[in-house]
């Protein structure tokens, strides 16, 4: 259980960090957000073996499940629900503005570097 | 006093929620905003001043006992930071309500930087790891919103750099949490102080170096500092103030606190932030003096700065992690000054870039004198406020014999100094090379600036000559911080009780 558990959170992980990788915008969003539910079900493992629902005197405590990371893991989840959809609104955005999907340089930057090479040296 | 500690949070946050209720109401949202966050300066005045006679104090919310609960903290470090942050939000508050043309009209801006302000509030009062995260998220979340308040295409192109660099450190939080939780079974840093020590070296080794690049990513340390000179310029003036003051060192505060108190040394300084801390101050400085505009300049300055406070901390002496708590409070106020200062020339002259600026001297001598006395302080000039900080840190690097690094500060101090002095003779000597539009001169050819925006921008100069006025004073009690730091035995004690 706990090692399938363990595969599955070490392929989103995976997943996640290759589309964040990429320069594409809408990959991006997918990577953060397969990359956050890696990490929701991380929380949700750190809490040892699975038990019986935590009412008090329902069941003999040492039966129960840890009730704290699975608090910490529904937090975490709202959290990255909410981030998500802004994420997606400001993906929208860019491509209303744009009607392209890359990620683009720092254009400031690039300006820089360009006026201080010398024309002739490379 | 346990009641006083959860207001800085709690009060911004409920009147977020009434100020989007008066969405419409201009005045009455910038009423509300101002005498609020003015309620709790006075309260974060009255906590420190109650955590400097008494100790650290702890609030266990909702009567949860720690270590399962959540618990807000304040002990001298955090209570210093809330009065600090809580100074600053107010007087960048009455600089947007003065500034024309922008951000204040905008639709939530107002209840968006309340919550901003809570969420710094709690960043800096969180006793455990979990809650720090919710508080990162809660200041984050209202800072993604605002960096992006426009729309406009060069914000949405950087906001999203911002945002997906943020957003990538907080997955790598959740993470370490969850490995921490793993690990010792508890998130409260109180108890994690002595559980952590008892884990095998290789595995504390990894935790605190995750942590470390988590708050590094937030706290642009090098190498993680790409995004800050990216994204912060193109926001607008007050928006870019507050981040540059507050968000940043928000980083370096969760940096200290866990460094001190989850991951001592044990033994002498630290290598690894020392070399961070050099590097740091280096390359930041080199991209300020390659740079054209004054917000990019100064954003690249706040790189370079981070460097100082890390120093600080790798010394890992009572009088190195002192230098670093009184360079906080100073690059706090300095900073928000100066970018504020660049915002006033953005509002005279239309342009912040420094070829097509000019001779601003002779036409708005108010904003010269501005922006000289936080440029000089930036630079470590005596008798301004960041030569105390720089002596401090000196002192505390020569102390334990760290010659390189402090060789290494002293440097760049100078560079530092070159580069306020290239804003300097680009902005207010000299002639514009093309003319720029003149947005807001006046009949004798002088250049008005708002009065609500240039009060707070004074009031912020005065605030750092007082930094300098008060040094003795107020080193003593970075000092007393920073002991605490180094004997938390008070601060768990505070949270777990007996």
Redesign the interface.
């Known amino acids: 259980m706990i090692l399938t558990l363990a595969v599955v959170i070490g392929v989103l992980y995976a997943l996640?960090t290759y589309l964040?990788l990429q320069r594409n915008?809408t990959r991006?969003v997918l990577g953060?957000v397969i990359?956050?539910h890696g990490?929701?079900l991380?929380?949700l493992?750190?809490?040892?073996r699975a038990g019986r629902a935590p009412f008090v005197g329902s069941a003999p405590e040492s039966d129960f499940a840890d009730p704290?990371?699975q608090a910490?893991a529904l937090?975490?989840i709202v959290?990255t629900f909410?981030?998500a959809s802004?994420?997606l609104a400001?993906?929208y955005?860019?491509w209303m503005?744009?009607h392209d999907d890359d990620?683009?340089d720092?254009v400031?930057?690039r300006r820089?570097a360009r006026t201080?090479v010398e024309p002739g040296e490379k | 006093m346990r009641l006083l500690v959860p207001l800085p949070v709690v009060l911004p946050l409920l009147a977020a929620a009434v100020s989007m209720a008066l969405h419409r109401r201009a005045v009455a949202q910038r009423v509300l905003g101002f005498v609020v966050l003015a309620i709790s300066l006075a309260v974060t005045i009255v906590v420190l001043v109650g955590v400097r006679a008494d100790g650290p104090v702890a609030t266990q919310v909702g009567g949860w006992p720690a270590p399962?609960g959540i618990t807000l903290v304040a002990d001298l470090f955090a209570a210093i930071m809330l009065v600090i942050s809580a100074a600053m939000v107010l007087a960048v508050l009455v600089y947007a309500i003065g500034s024309p043309r922008t951000t204040d009209d905008a639709l939530f801006f107002h209840p968006l930087y309340l919550i901003l302000a809570a969420g710094v509030s709690a960043s800096f009062l969180a006793g455990d790891l979990?809650n720090l995260?919710?508080a990162f998220?809660v200041m984050l979340?209202a800072s993604?919103?605002l960096i992006?308040l426009g729309?406009t295409?060069e914000q949405?192109?950087?906001?999203?750099?911002y945002?997906?660099i943020s957003?990538?450190a907080?997955?790598l939080f959740?993470?370490v949490?969850?490995?921490i939780?793993?690990a010792t079974g508890t998130?409260n840093m109180a108890d994690l102080a002595a559980k952590l020590a008892d884990l095998p070296e290789g595995v504390r080794g990894g935790l605190g170096l995750l942590l470390l690049v988590v708050f590094g990513i937030k706290a642009a340390i090098f190498p993680l500092f790409f995004w800050l000179?990216?994204s912060y310029p193109t926001a607008p003036t007050p928006v870019t103030a507050i981040f540059a003051g507050l968000l940043t060192k928000v980083g370096v505060y969760a940096i200290i606190r866990t460094q001190t108190l989850l991951f001592p040394t044990g033994d002498g300084p630290s290598l690894l932030l020392l070399a961070i801390a050099g590097a740091t101050m280096l390359v930041g400085v080199l991209g300020a003096i390659?740079?054209?505009?004054v917000k990019?300049i100064l954003s690249f300055h706040i790189v370079s700065q981070i460097g100082y406070m890390v120093m600080g901390l790798g010394l890992f002496t009572v009088a190195g992690i002192a230098g670093a708590i009184f360079y906080i409070v100073h690059h706090i106020v300095v900073k928000t000054t100066l970018f504020l200062v660049g915002g006033l020339i953005e509002n005279a002259t239309g342009t912040g870039a420094l070829n097509r600026l000019g001779g601003l001297l002779h036409r708005a001598p108010l904003i010269a004198f501005l922006f000289i006395v936080p440029a000089l302080s930036l630079a470590g000039i005596p008798p301004f406020s960041g030569f105390v900080a720089k002596l401090a840190l000196v002192q505390a690097g020569f102390e334990i014999d760290r010659f390189v690094v402090v060789g290494l500060s002293l440097a760049v101090s100078l560079l530092t100094l070159f580069s306020m002095m290239k804003i300097w003779a680009g902005v207010f000597w000299g002639a514009p090379e093309e003319d720029p539009p003149l947005l807001a001169a006046r009949g004798d050819g002088r250049l008005a600036a708002p009065a609500l925006m240039v009060v707070p921008t004074g009031a912020l100069v005065f605030l750092s000559l007082a930094i300098a006025g008060v040094a003795g004073p107020l080193y003593e009690l970075c000092r007393a911080a920073a002991a605490e730091l180094a004997e938390p035995a008070p601060y768990v004690r505070a949270v777990l009780g007996a």
Do not use: C, H, K, W
Not at chain 1, 45 to 48: K, L
């Open positions: 996640g964040l915008l991006i953060l990359m956050g990490a929701n991380l929380l493992v750190a809490g040892g704290l990371p910490m937090t975490a959290i909410g981030v802004l994420l400001l993906a955005r860019s503005l744009r990620v683009e720092d400031e930057d820089i201080n | 399962i979990f995260f919710v998220e979340s993604y919103v992006t729309g295409r949405v192109r950087t906001g999203m750099t945002v997906v957003l990538l907080s997955t959740v993470t949490v969850g490995l939780y793993a998130v000179p990216d390659a740079q054209n505009d990019r």
